[in-house]
Structure formats: structure tokens, C-alpha cells
T-cell receptor, first 109, second 115 residues
Framework: GQNIDQPTEMTATEGAIVQINCTYQ??????LFWYQQHAGEAPTFLSY??LDGLEEKGRFSSFLSRSKGYSYLLLKELQMKDSASYLC??????????WGAGTKLIIKP | ETGVTQTPRHLVMGMTNKKSLKCEQH?????MYWYKQSAKKPLELMFV???????ENNSVPSRFSPECPNSSHLFLHLHTLQPEDSALYLC??????????????FGPGTRLTVL
């Protein structure tokens, strides 16, 4: 079966660093996406990884290990506006996105 | 005009009503999607249209009926829904088949409540 696991909720402090993990088992792999979703708003694209390694984009970085079925999203210099849900999604062999349930990140002052 | 728009943003309907959700994308994409998002659950893909042709129907009950008149517009027609259909319905679009990552861009969603 297909399965994507993320922690349900995490809490971090403004200015700190937080790592959100995603592990997956899917039928085929054509890339991994991270999206951010603020409450009541649309999910917005953050990053895409298809090869192993780290992709850095400003304060956000995403890492992928295909052999381990593992990814993480690293958020640095946290700001209050980073409070949101972070969704991990895998593009499977049929080029359809399989979604995790999302991690709700709470930032405290 | 923002990338993907959806109307209405909120909808309350009884189980015997008929209503429609509308989605419009201004990104020149060739694929459009309907998703259902329930609290604390993963996004559930409902329907996919590529070049106006339906290519995916993930065992969605017939009380949900999609329509894609052209590559910019997508509708979801609702009829005799159940209370468990209450959820956020998200529309997305992408440019499929280019060899680049098939990144999906989402609308703000319609919050549906079925009484």
C-alpha cells in the first residue's frame, strides 16, 4: 500500500530552527513536494526534490534520501508567519500526488 | 487576476439541494484537479482533467459530478450530499507533460457544510 507519515504537530520558538520529517512508501517515485498551507488558505508550493540531497531556497531547505524513503523540510530563523501546516506529497508511478496528512507548526514568541 | 480562483468560498446546503462549485485558472495550464480536504486527513484526489478530458476518477460517489468545459474552467456539481461530505474542496491546476516537475497550484478552496 501507499503510506506517507509526518508528525501531526510541532512547536518551535521564533528565531529558532525546526526540522519536519516525512517518511514514505509508495508505488513508484517521481519526486517529492513540500507545500505550506496557512489556516483557511490554499496550499502553496515550497520545494521539489527528485534526486538525493539538499535543496536550499532562502530560509527553507528540503532534503531527500530515496533509499531510505525519507525527506525533511528545514526552516531556519523562524518567524511568526511560518505558523502553518506543512504538507509532504509524493508523485507516484502514475504521476499522481499522494499526500501526507500534514504537520501543523506552531511558532511561539 | 490571481492564479487559481474558486467560488463560492463558503457554502451551506441541505442534503436535498443541488449546487455547483466553480474553479478558474489564469495560468495557461492544461490540467485541472478537484481535491477534498477533511480535518487532519490527507488531501484526497477526486478528479483529474488533462486537456479537458477526465483522466482520473478516484471512486468518487456519483453525487459529485465534474464538468470541464475548457482548459481554464472546472466545475463540481453537487446533488443529494451527505453530512460526511462536509469538507474543504480545493481546485488545482498544473502544466502536465512538459518534462518539468508537475507542480500543482491551488485555489483558496470552498468550505462546504452539509446539514
Amino acid at each position: 500500500g501507499q503510506n506517507i507519515d509526518q508528525p501531526t504537530e510541532m512547536t518551535a520558538t521564533e528565531g529558532a530552527i525546526v526540522q519536519i520529517n516525512c517518511t514514505y512508501q509508495t508505488s513508484g517515485f517521481n519526486g517529492l513536494f513540500w507545500y505550506q498551507q496557512h489556516a483557511g488558505e490554499a496550499p502553496t508550493f515550497l520545494s521539489y526534490n527528485v534526486l538525493d540531497g539538499l535543496e536550499e531556497k532562502g530560509r527553507f531547505s528540503s532534503f531527500l534520501s530515496r533509499s531510505k524513503g525519507y525527506s525533511y523540510l528545514l526552516l531556519k530563523e523562524l518567524q511568526m508567519k511560518d505558523s502553518a501546516s506543512y504538507l509532504c506529497a509524493i508523485m507516484d508511478s502514475n504521476y499522481q500526488l499522494i499526500w501526507g496528512a500534514g504537520t501543523k507548526l506552531i511558532i511561539k514568541p | 487576476e490571481t492564479g487559481v480562483t474558486q467560488t463560492p468560498r463558503h457554502l451551506v446546503m441541505g442534503m436535498t439541494n443541488k449546487k455547483s462549485l466553480k474553479c478558474e485558472q489564469h495560468l495557461g495550464h492544461n490540467a485541472m484537479y478537484w481535491y477534498k480536504q477533511s480535518a487532519k486527513k490527507p488531501l484526497e484526489l477526486m478528479f483529474v482533467y488533462n486537456f479537458k478530458e477526465q483522466t482520473e476518477n478516484n471512486s468518487v460517489p456519483s453525487r459529485f459530478s465534474p464538468e470541464c468545459p475548457n482548459s481554464s474552467h472546472l466545475f463540481l456539481h453537487l446533488h443529494t450530499l451527505q453530512p460526511e461530505d462536509s469538507a474543504l474542496y480545493l481546485c488545482a491546476s498544473s502544466q502536465a507533460g512538459t518534462g518539468e516537475p508537475d507542480t500543482q497550484y491551488f485555489g483558496p478552496g470552498t468550505r462546504l457544510t452539509v446539514l
